[in-house]
C-alpha cells in the first residue's frame, strides 16, 4: 500500500454514516490512582518522592525511571512522535526534539466527562480505555506477589470510583489483572464482573513468580482462563513493559544491570530490535501451544499497540510447528489464532499485508490517543485504510469491536 507522508496528507472530514470504535484509548493516572485504595502498610512500596528537583516513583525499593514524568504534570502532545514512528525523520531530529513543546495535563486524560466531549469533536463514539502508568506494577516489583495484587485492586477500583467500566456505555476501561497469583487473579475478576467491566488487560508476559516466571498456558491458570471463558468477556494483550527490554541491554555496553528508559531513542539498534512484535508473538504461542485456546475456545483475544508486523512471521512459525509436531496441537495453530485473535495495526504498517494473514473480520482501529505515538486526529486512520472496500472499513472503525463489546464471535 502506497503510504502518504505526513506532510502530504490533508485531513478529510467527512460523514462515515456509522459510528467509530477505537480500540486503543488511555488515561493518564494522577497521583491518587494507585494510593488511594492501597492499604497503608504497602504505602512505602509505592510512593512518590523528590529526587533532586524531580518527582519520582519509589517501587518496592527502588528509584523507578521507567516512566520519566510519572505525575504526567506535562506531556507530549497527542501524536507530536508520528513523524518518527513513520520513519520519515529526514532532518535526524532526536525524539525530544520532534515532541516540541511539552503539553499541560487536560482534564479529558484523566476523567470522562471532558473525555466524551473530546470524542464527540473527534468523531469517535466508543473508547476501550487503557492505563499507562500500570507498566510499572509487574514489570518492577519482582517478585512482591502482594504488592502487585494490591496496586492491581488499586488501580481498578480507582476506574471504578472515577470513570466506571463502561460509561455512558461509550468508554469502557479495562479491568487489569496480574495472574502472579492465580487465586487473586480469580478473586479480582470476580469483582471486575461485578462492577461491569466488559474486558480484562492481561500483560503479555511470561507470569512473574516466587520461584522465576512461567507461561500463562500452564494447567495452574486453568481456573481463571475458565471464569474467562464463562463470562463473555474479552481479553486484551496490552503493550506493556513485558521484560524483554532486557534483551536489548544485553546488546548494549551496560550489561543489563541498569533499568530500561521506555522513551530513550538515542541508540539505532533499539529501533531495529522488535522487542513489542517479540513479547507479544511469543505470548500468543503459549497460548496456543500450552492449549488455552482450545480448552477455552469461546475466549476471544485481543492484541493492542502492540503493531503488526510479528504477524507474518508468527504465522510461518505456527506452521512449521504443527508440521513438526501435529498431534501436539487440538487443531491446526494457525486457523486458531486466525480464529481467536483480534488485531489492531499501528498506522505506518503496510496494512495490505497483514490482511493476507489476518482477516478483515478480526482487524480493529486504534488510535492511542491521547499518546505522542499516536494520531493527532484518530480519524486520520482513515488514510490507511483508504484501499479497503467499503465494507472492510466499517468492519475495522466499527463493526468489528462494536460485535467483542456486545459479546459476539
Known amino acids: 500500500m502506497a503510504v502518504q507522508t505526513v506532510m502530504e ?85 532526536s525524539l525530544r526534539e520532534l515532541t516540541g513543546d511539552p503539553l499541560a495535563f487536560q482534564p479529558e486524560f484523566a476523567e470522562p466527562v ?18 499507562t502508568l500500570a507498566s510499572v506494577i509487574e514489570g518492577h516489583m519482582g517478585t512482591n506477589i502482594p504488592l502487585m495484587a494490591a496496586c492491581v485492586h488499586s488501580l481498578n477500583a480507582w476506574v471504578a470510583d472515577d470513570w466506571t467500566f463502561h460509561y455512558k456505555d461509550r468508554l469502557f476501561p479495562c479491568a487489569y489483572i496480574s495472574l502472579a497469583d492465580v487465586d487473586l487473579a480469580c478473586a479480582e475478576l470476580d469483582w471486575a464482573l461485578k462492577e461491569g467491566a466488559r474486558h480484562i488487560l492481561i500483560r503479555p508476559a511470561p507470569v512473574p513468580g516466587l520461584f522465576g516466571p512461567r507461561s500463562p498456558g500452564l494447567p495452574e491458570f486453568d481456573k481463571f482462563w475458565a471464569k474467562v471463558n464463562e463470562s463473555n468477556i474479552f481479553v486484551v494483550l496490552h503493550v506493556s513493559d513485558s521484560g524483554y527490554d532486557q534483551i536489548y541491554r544485553w546488546w548494549g555496553s ?36 500450552h492449549g488455552v485456546m482450545s480448552r477455552f475456545p469461546n475466549i476471544r483475544w485481543v492484541s493492542a499497540e502492540n503493531g503488526s508486523i510479528w504477524v507474518p512471521h508468527l504465522v510461518k512459525m505456527l506452521h512449521r510447528a504443527y508440521g513438526q509436531l501435529p498431534k501436539s496441537f487440538a487443531k491446526h495453530p494457525v486457523e486458531q489464532f ?34 505522542a505515538e499516536g494520531l493527532v486526529k484518530p480519524l486520520d486512520f482513515l488514510h490507511e485504510v483508504k484501499d479497503f472496500t467499503p465494507a472492510d472499513q466499517k468492519k475495522f472503525m466499527s463493526t468489528n469491536l462494536k460485535g467483542l463489546l456486545e459479546g459476539k464471535r
Open 254 to 289: 551496560g550489561g543489563g544491570a541498569d533499568e530500561a528508559l521506555a522513551f530513550d531513542r538515542s541508540d539505532p539498534l533499539k529501533s531495529c530490535i522488535d522487542l513489542q512484535g517479540r513479547a507479544i508473538a511469543d505470548m500468543i504461542s503459549a497460548l496456543i501451544a
Open 9 to 93: 496528507r490533508v485531513n478529510e472530514t467527512r460523514d462515515l454514516g456509522y459510528p467509530v470504535y477505537d480500540a486503543d484509548g488511555h488515561y493518564y493516572e494522577t497521583m491518587d490512582t494507585f494510593r488511594r485504595h492501597l492499604p497503608k502498610k504497602f504505602h512505602k512500596d509505592f510512593q512518590y518522592v523528590q529526587i533532586e528537583g524531580r518527582t519520582k516513583l519509589a517501587i518496592n525499593g527502588h528509584i523507578s525511571d521507567y516512566i520519566p514524568n510519572p505525575t504526567f504534570e506535562v506531556v507530549a502532545a497527542p501524536g507530536s512522535h508520528e513523524i518518527w514512528f513513520r520513519g520519515e525523520n529526514t532532518e535526524g531530529k
Open 338 to 371: 486466525q480464529e481467536n485473535v483480534y488485531v489492531a495495526p499501528y498506522y505506518e504498517e503496510d496494512l495490505d499485508e497483514l490482511k493476507q494473514h489476518v482477516s478483515t473480520d478480526r482487524l480493529l482501529f486504534g488510535s492511542d490517543w491521547p499518546h
Open 114 to 131: 471532558s473525555r466524551l466531549k473530546m470524542l464527540d469533536e473527534q468523531g469517535v463514539q466508543a473508547q476501550l480505555i487503557f492505563p
